[in-house]
Structure formats: C-alpha cells, structure tokens
C-alpha cells in the first residue's frame, strides 16, 4: 500500500429523481434547504417548463400531467447539498425506497484516488493493448479511450460501456480536469448508475457498506488481469497488482464521504477584498502597515483549506497580482480555475460525457474487448 486509506474516499457526484408530485418547493423541504436563494431557471428542459436553481441544483416543475417534479444535482450540486443542505444522502435513499411516488434516473457514485493506486497512462497502456495481448476483462460491449491536451499536459479518461448502458465505468485524470499541478494525483474511478441499477445501488446502500457495494460493481464488471498462460478462461486469470490494490482498497472504505463545496482563490478575494476589506483597511490606517502585518504573520494559525490555495496559487505572485488587476474572471484561466463553481467547463476528453478530443489521440472503440466466453453482457 502507498499511502493511508483515509487519503481515498467514496463520494456521491450525481443524483436525478423524479417524484409524482407539482409543488417544487416539495424537494426544497426534502433537502432542507429552506433558507438557500432559490431563483426561478429563464426556462426548464426534459419536459419541463419551470424550473427553481441554485448551486447546480435544479428543481424541474411544470410538465406534462403525471411527470410531476424533478431534482437533478451535479457533481457540484451533490456538494451544495451537503454544504447547504442536509447533505444526507443516505436518508433520502431511504425515503426513496419506501415510497413508490420516487423514481432514480441516474446516480454517479465516484471513488478518489488521491494516494497513488492508479496510474492513468498504465491505464492507457493497457486498455489500448498496446502490449499486444489482453490486458484487462470486461462485460461491456464497448470500451473507449480518449486523450486530450490542456496547457501541455495530457488528460487521459477511459470509459467502459456507454451513456445508454444502464452501468458505466468511467476512469479520468481529476487533477489534469481541474488543472492542478502535476505533482498533485488525482485519479477518479467512477460509476454512473441509471434506472433500475441506480436504484439498486441506492436502496442498498442504506444498509450495506458503501465500499462493498463499489467494489461489487468493480469486480463484477471490469477488470485488469495478467495472462498466466495457463487458463483459457481469461476471468479467472489473476488481477493486475495495482487493480488488486483498489479493489482492496475500495472495499475498506465504510462510509461514503461530504466534502460540501470546495473553498478556492474567488472565496478568499471575496472575503479580503469586499467583505472584510473595510476592517482591514481600518486596521492598516491606525497601526500602519508593518505593525499590521506582523500582528498577521504571528497570529495566523495553520488552516488546511489556505494551506491548499497557498500551495496552488502562491508560487508566482506576480502573475496572480497582475490576474487580480485584470479581473476576476482570470482566475479561470489560472491553474485550478476549474475549481472555481459555475465557472470552469470540463476539458473535452476529461471525464464526464465522451467526445472527441481536441488534439492528440483521438477517441478509439473497441469492441468486445477482453470479453470472456459465456460472461455475458452488460445492457446497451
């Protein structure tokens, strides 16, 4: 093992529920999330007419008689719900499973490697079968490799199964998606469940541990093994250490986590610079500035979420002052500015939904790949 296990988490990124009711305030009650500044969306989408948004929450209303509402959360919404909700994503799956007025649509459950585990170019490799034999085992159809480059450095993400399938295994470089340093491993391995599998999944996962339930799917559905040269059948050839090492590791892994929304360089100027700017500036005007920083330097206590920003943002000053004087809006363009809420787009080829990349390799489909005999395949 290369790192502590507390390192990795299991997170929930993605979450669409429709419920046999009209009110939208309804689902507003349901995430306790009176007190948050809902504003009405200039127009709904999937049938709907209306619809309430805040923090990549969206509550749809004004459909079609009997589609009644609709709660759709991204990944970022997923983070809102926790920050400014109840964040119990547990106790609506409860409530879900016990009441047939809720239908899941579509939950993404995703597992963060942040110790080490995965490779993502080994990954390429040996999806790619670039070695010339079979590297890894698969019930889908269809698995599919893209790469793509931002500022330089390639993002890698492979998909296994399709965004009509009812399970899909997506793998992608987080940290080159975010544009964090290099230096910094981020690989995510994530599961996005629809219809009857998502409500599987979260019925289960009332009472099971959620690790065992990630792991299941893991095992169940994809694979990457090593050829003994012994056994034709190649699903009981042995795993690849290092997948052997997630699925070991995936497994331990009891409770899922609530990062809520991540603190990043906008927060940190709208808090200095608008919010407290006028305390400071007192400050500064009655002790001057020397005293004034002296007295920060010796009472600022070490702080996880500012050690992160520093670390990020903190290496060319110079080029974040001159990114501060142009603008907010620079700090999209900044490493990390992906980080940012409501701001930052994914990178064609960065996880979530497959298209064509922008320069480098471009998509390939492999069909079949790795399918071993009589296993069956996932639904397309």
């Not at 299941?216 to 990457?224: A, C």
Request: net charge negative.
């Amino acid at each position: 093992m290369k790192n502590a296990i507390s390192e990795n988490v299991i997170l929930f990124d993605w979450l669409t529920v429709s419920c046999k009711e009209e009110d939208p305030w309804y689902w507003v009650t349901l995430l306790h999330m009176e007190d948050a500044a809902w504003s009405a969306m200039e127009k709904g989408r999937n049938g709907y007419r209306n619809g309430l948004y805040f923090g990549s929450i969206s509550i749809l209303y004004d459909g079609n008689p009997g589609m009644g509402i609709c709660l759709d959360m991204s990944g970022q919404g997923c983070r809102t719900f926790e920050e400014y909700g109840s964040g119990d994503f547990i106790a609506l799956f409860r409530l879900f499973s016990q009441d047939e007025r809720f239908h899941i649509t579509r939950l993404d459950v995703a597992f963060d490697d942040h110790s080490g585990i995965l490779d993502i170019r080994q990954l390429f490799y040996d999806t790619d079968d670039q070695g010339g034999g079979q590297q890894f085992v698969s019930k889908f159809r269809k698995s599919k490799i893209e790469k793509s480059f931002k500022d330089g450095r390639p993002g890698i993400s492979i998909y296994h199964g399709s965004e009509q399938s009812d399970i899909m295994i997506r793998i992608y470089d987080k940290a080159a998606e975010r544009g964090l340093p290099e230096t910094q491993h981020w690989v995510r391995v994530e599961l996005q469940l629809r219809r009857d599998r998502a409500s599987q999944f979260a019925f289960t996962a009332v009472s099971e541990p959620i690790g065992t339930l990630f792991r299941g799917v893991l095992v169940n559905y994809v694979r990457y093994v090593d050829d003994p040269g012994t056994d034709s059948n190649c699903w009981r050839w042995p795993m690849k250490s290092y997948w052997a090492e997630l699925i070991d590791q995936v497994g331990r892994i009891t409770l899922f986590v609530k990062p809520g929304v991540e603190y990043n360089i906008r927060q940190l100027d709208h808090y200095v610079f608008e919010q407290a700017v006028n305390a400071i500036g007192a400050s500064i005007d009655i002790y001057g500035a020397p005293f004034f920083m002296e007295q920060i330097q010796r009472k600022r206590s070490e702080n996880p979420k500012y050690r992160k920003l520093v670390e990020q943002y903190g290496k060319d000053k110079s080029k974040m002052r001159a990114a501060f004087r142009q603008g907010s809006d620079v700090h999209r363009e900044l490493p990390g500015g992906e980080l940012l809420p409501e701001a930052g787009e994914l990178c064609p080829g960065h996880g979530r939904t497959p298209g064509t990349a922008d320069t480098g390799l471009g998509a390939s489909e492999r069909g079949d790949s790795g399918q071993a005999a009589g296993a069956g395949t996932a639904e397309e």
